[in-house]
């Protein structure tokens, strides 16, 4: 069984940058997908971005061109850089592991989430 515990939310201005962590211990196949996942207050579980293992990276509309996912080379820690930060991306932040599919990611595990602010 997976465990994956996410930091480094924060509350921060808009136009700001956060740098969001993931690490992922336990059984999981090294060739399984990782991704992130937030879901503002009020709203639906949204998708935003999966690295594969061979590194292909995709990205939701909302946030291509401001956030950045990568994994390290042992594909136990995830990352995700947001820059030009807007109000509209506050949201819980959920890191998650499972395969690539048409909605970006078929969730097999997810973590607990970590808060990103933003103030206008």
């Known amino acids: 069984q997976v465990q994956l515990v996410e930091s480094g939310g924060g509350s921060v201005q808009a136009g700001g940058s956060l740098r969001l962590s993931c690490a992922a211990s336990g059984y999981f196949y090294s060739s399984m997908c990782m991704g992130w996942f937030r879901q503002a207050p009020g709203k639906t579980l949204e998708w935003v971005s999966t690295v594969n293992s061979g590194g292909s990276r995709y990205y939701a509309d909302s946030v291509k061109g401001r956030f950045t996912i990568s994994r390290d080379n042992a594909g136990n820690t995830l990352y995700l850089q947001l820059t030009s930060l807007k109000t509209e991306d506050t949201a819980m932040y959920y890191c998650?592991?499972?395969?690539?599919?048409?909605?970006?990611?078929?969730?097999?595990?997810r973590g607990q989430g970590t808060q990103v602010t933003v103030s206008s």
């Open positions: 998650a592991m499972g395969f690539l599919s048409v909605g970006g990611l078929e969730e097999s595990a």
